[in-house]
């Protein structure tokens, strides 16, 4: 070694030495539908990390720049990110560890405590680089779990080891399920450095090929996850099943009737009589005593996007069925065939093919077409795998509608989606629409010019506007006659639009808190941001003015006889039940309101001669419910059982099973003698 050389590496030893480090940059891709929609960048500087994060996705997306510095033992110390969230709105975020005290503020909250020592705290706000942080901190305790703040406790599991790439490519990985702070847990590779690799749609730049074979890799892993749920949390009976003392909701004269018997055999009703009380059942059969509770054929979510998780979620909150608007075309078939051979647990899923057009705001799902012939070969594929409609997106031509629905048509299919950018909702719905998703995008047709753009985020902001809206103007008026004529339905998701327009830092909304105080930590901050930029009272009033009239429409439309399509765009199942007390609150019977979520959707599938109602020798997807929702509606938030082809699922188990605590207890059962 020269001198020259020996005096270098002296040096460069000497800055090791005294606390100072050569800086590290860490680069990936965001990859969605296999294309690139954003960035991470991390450089790392001795105990400093400096994180520039963007994604641009469906035309929206989060953008963060973080700084994070560590202690001695890579704990936290002081955490900022500043941006903005999903739709646009401000981030500002802080998290800050001296001596004896941890602070933090956030959208969400604000607060301070006591801590000895730096304790890991959950941003509401952070980029995907948190989870890698996360990981590095619990692979350093005993047990892999640790207090977290604002409160809560993480857990750590290692499922498996794998390698990626080839030749000096090659790199070794270990896969991790990080849970106890989210709804679902998060599944995250590291190098044998320690270092973040992949989670999620996020990958290491340079290794964007490899995202099919994580995204095999994470499909396995839920599967089997979910397998064992299924295993664990489904009930089937071997004889008949007795469900005594019990007053069934009939969605034909939208009533509850007065205390009735129902029994079931494999996986239909097969007797429905007055209840005979409490006396012996016929050997052989299990009895599950309903305590004065009310059965209901199960509920519809017609606007979902199914995932393994959320298959769980709908089954606690009594879905039995949904429509889903667009998914990873390979994962739900496959999802569909688990669910059909027993493998899984869920609802019964009815699947439209997505469609979306070529544009610098496409949305990544199901199928992008560059052109009409593009389209129409993406409608014989769904044809072809059994899909039951089309659902066109935001940047797809609306010169290509026309024939597009025709051909849907003409291979036995319909038609549903947003209304294109620069079309309109008479337009579509002369184009061959059968129903319409989100009453946003019905209502922004009578409030906005149709010169603008509804690809962006202006298709929420621009809801504010509505405050103004004359539901008696000739324009509104024409669209709803021509619904009418037409028989065009509103897949309405109006809490998602509640959802939205309504939110505010640090607030718990009304849908929300009804079970907010029971699911972990992460989404009871996540729940409590903005996602809307409220910089004025007058902002906020026109919020507020706007989702009112999205209720007087709802109520509009039913008046009218517009279909209404109870759906909610989210996977919670939690949603479902606001969605109906949306309805009520609009001014729509409780009644008519659980009518529309059952029977109806069901003759929408025109499946109603073995679904939707409870009757002899029609299907047993049911549930029990404690109390009246046609007294209450609210009471739909009482599960106690679901049953989907008399496989009983009891919601309390399966809100254990996913670290929520019950809502309600389920029914006595008493086996068979």
């Not at 996360?134 to 390698?163: C, F, H, N």
């Not at 080839?166 to 847990?185: F, N, W």
């Not at 590779?189 to 996020?202: M, N, P, R, Y």
């Not at 439209?352 to 070969?377: C, H, Q, V």
């Amino acid at each position: 070694m020269s001198a020259r050389s020996a005096a270098v590496l002296g040096v460069m030893m000497s800055l090791c030495l005294s606390g100072a480090a050569l800086a590290e940059t860490f680069k990936y891709a965001v990859i969605a539908n296999g294309e690139k929609v954003g960035h991470l960048i991390a450089d790392v500087t001795g105990r400093t990390t400096s994180v520039d994060y963007a994604v641009v996705n469906n035309g929206r997306g989060p953008k963060a720049r973080e700084t994070i510095e560590t202690d001695s033992a890579g704990m936290p110390v002081r955490w900022t990110i500043a941006g903005e969230s999903l739709f646009g709105s401000p981030v500002q975020e802080h998290y800050t560890w001296t001596a004896g005290q941890a602070e933090w503020s956030s959208q969400a909250d604000a607060g301070k405590t006591a801590a000895a020592k730096p304790m890991l705290y959950i941003g509401n706000d952070v980029s995907p680089w948190m989870l890698g942080v996360y990981v590095k901190a619990l692979l350093k305790t005993p047990d892999r779990t640790l207090a977290v703040l604002p409160s809560g406790r993480m857990r750590l599991d290692e499922v498996r080891k794998i390698s990626v790439g080839q030749g000096k490519t090659a790199v070794r990985l270990t896969v991790y399920e990080l849970s106890g702070i989210d709804l679902s847990p998060d599944y995250v590779l590291v190098d044998d450095k320690g270092d973040l690799f992949a989670t999620g749609g996020l990958i290491r730049e340079g290794y964007e090929g490899q995202v099919p074979v994580l995204q095999t890799l994470y499909r396995e892993i839920s599967q089997q996850r979910a397998e064992q749920a299924q295993a664990k949390l489904a009930h089937r009976f071997a004889g008949p099943v007795r469900i005594r003392n019990v007053r069934i909701y009939d969605p034909v004269s939208m009533t509850v009737g007065g205390l009735s018997t129902v029994v079931i055999y494999r996986d239909r009703i097969t007797s429905i009589g007055p209840d005979e009380g409490a006396g012996a059942a016929p050997a052989g059969e299990t009895v599950i005593d309903g305590q004065g509770g009310t059965l209901l054929p199960g509920l519809h979510d017609m606007h979902s996007h199914t995932s393994l998780s959320s298959n769980l979620f709908n089954l606690a909150a009594g879905v039995t069925a949904t429509r889903d608007q667009g998914n990873d075309n390979d994962q739900l078939l496959a999802m569909i065939d688990g669910l059909a051979a027993g493998r899984l647990a869920g609802p019964r899923i009815v699947r439209n093919g997505f469609l979306e057009g070529r544009s610098p705001y496409s949305a990544r799902n199901g199928f992008i077409a560059d052109s009409l012939d593009d389209a129409l070969k993406d409608v014989r594929w769904y044809a072809d795998h059994g899909y039951w409609q089309i659902k066109l997106y935001n940047s797809f031509n609306p010169d290509w509608v026309a024939p597009v629905a025709a051909e849907a048509r003409r291979l036995g299919m319909g038609v549903t989606g947003h209304v294109p950018a620069f079309s309109s909702p008479d337009r579509v719905i002369g184009d061959g629409y059968n129903d319409i998703a989100h009453i946003n995008q019905l209502m922004l047709g009578w409030i906005l010019d149709p010169k603008e753009d509804t690809r962006t985020p202006l298709r929420l902001t621009g809801m504010a506007r509505g405050k103004d809206l004359d539901l008696n103007a000739p324009r509104v008026q024409r669209t709803v006659a021509l619904m009418k004529e037409k028989g065009v339905a509103l897949d309405t998701t109006a809490m998602i639009l509640e959802r939205l327009m309504l939110s505010r830092s640090g607030e718990v909304q009304a849908g929300d808190k009804p079970y907010l105080d029971h699911v972990p930590i992460a989404y009871q901050r996540y729940r409590k941001r903005s996602f809307v930029t409220i910089k004025t009272p007058q902002d906020d009033a026109d919020y507020q003015g706007g989702f009112k009239k999205v209720l007087e429409t709802l109520k509009l439309l039913d008046d009218n006889g517009v279909q209404l399509l109870p759906g909610t765009d989210d996977g919670t199942g939690f949603s479902n039940h606001r969605e109906l007390e949306l309805y009520v609150m609009a001014g729509i019977p409780a009644g008519k309101a659980l009518r529309l979520s059952t029977l109806d959707a069901e003759r929408y599938f025109k499946r109603d001669s073995e679904l939707g109602s409870i009757q002899r020798g029609k299907l047993a997807d049911l549930i029990l419910v404690d109390g009246d929702p046609v007294a209450d509606i609210s009471n739909i938030r009482k599960v106690r059982m679901t049953m989907v082809g008399g496989v009983a699922y009891y919601p309390a188990e399966i809100y254990e099973h996913l670290a929520i605590r019950p809502f309600a207890p389920p029914p006595p059962v008493t086996a068979p003698r």
